[in-house]
T-cell receptor
Framework: DQQVKQNSPSLSVQEGRISILNCDYT??????FLWYKKYPAEGPTFLIS?????DKNEDGRFTVFLNKSAKHLSLHIVPSQPGDSAVYFC??????????FGSGTKLNVKP | GAGVSQSPRYKVAKRGQDVALRCDPI?????LFWYQQALGQGPEFLTY????????KSGLPSDRFFAERPEGSVSTLKIQRTQQEDSAVYLC???????????FGPGTRLTVT
């Protein structure tokens, strides 16, 4: 039973445009959400996070939006750059002890 | 500074062999996690340590899987009598106490033939 879902396996975007990656979750006890970026043959790298008490968190070109009523979060990348091409995972936790990851979305930013 | 390191990076085992995978977390990180990542999937939680205490091992798929962190730093994930379905990338991550953000190692790719 997957508690965190990323329904789009891949996304292709033109350089300079916005990339929107989506994530849905089922467990209303989750209180913290994170996005990780992963390049081939490397471990995931933390990108940005959001607490359930907020609905938006911004860090440079990256913004995460949280809609608790819809149990949905999204990652916006503006403007997208070719170096952003990677697999993006969303993750959620109800405490510090256990994290649930989605299956990932492969982003391709075309020059 | 040094990140999380894992060894070996690649391991090929014959079915039935035992394997041991090592994780060196970032110095000072009290929390340590092990994940299993199958091809095309996201990391799946296996177990969690706080210092030397294994606080959650609910994700270990069978009693063939065993993890330890005896001195609260280096951790070893051991898989006994490996099966083909154990083939995956095994990721280790560490974090500071009370912090959600985890730092991942590069993973060990295990192939069971």
């Amino acid at each position: 039973d997957q508690q965190v879902k990323q329904n789009s396996p891949s996304l292709s975007v033109q350089e300079g445009r916005i990339s929107i990656l989506n994530c849905d979750y089922t467990n209303s006890m989750f209180d913290y959400f994170l996005w990780y970026k992963k390049y081939p043959a490397e471990g995931p790298t933390f990108l940005i996070s959001i607490s359930s008490i907020k609905d938006k968190n911004e860090d440079g070109r990256f913004t995460v939006f949280l809609n608790k009523s819809a149990k949905h979060l999204s990652l916006h990348i503006v403007p997208s750059q070719p170096g952003d091409s990677a697999v993006y995972f969303c993750a959620a936790s109800a405490n510090f002890n256990k994290f649930y990851f989605g299956s990932g979305t492969k982003l391709n930013v075309k020059p | 500074g040094a990140g999380v390191s894992q060894s070996p990076r690649y391991k090929v085992a014959k079915r039935g062999q035992d394997v041991a995978l090592r994780c060196d977390p970032i110095s000072g990180h009290v929390s340590l996690f092990w994940y299993q990542q199958a091809l095309g999937q996201g990391p799946e939680f296996l177990t969690y340590f706080q210092n030397e205490a294994q606080l959650d091992k609910s994700g270990l798929p069978s009693d063939r899987f065993f993890a330890e962190r005896p001195e609260g730093s280096v951790s070893t994930l051991k898989i006994q009598r490996t099966q083909q379905e154990d083939s995956a990338v095994y990721l280790c991550a560490s974090s500071l106490r009370g912090h959600y953000e985890q730092y991942f190692g590069p993973g060990t790719r295990l192939t069971v033939t």
